[in-house]
């Protein structure tokens, strides 16, 4: 899809970031219960933790 409708998808758009700049990504996602409710349901805290979603930020 991506070559077919000729998109860029930047890549290693966080490979500069501090620790800092990642906790309060971090910080402001974890902030939005209601979507990630939505998303993972009830329990999202459990499964969506700071550690994960660090580990996802590092792969953009």
Do not use: C
């Amino acid at each position: 899809m991506v070559d077919k409708n000729k998109i860029d998808i930047p890549q290693h758009i966080t490979k500069d970031l501090t620790d800092e700049q990642f906790q309060s990504m971090i910080n402001v996602s974890l902030g939005m219960k209601p979507l990630w409710e939505n998303a993972l349901g009830k329990n999202w805290d459990k499964i969506m933790t700071s550690e994960r979603l660090r580990k996802l930020y590092e792969r953009l």
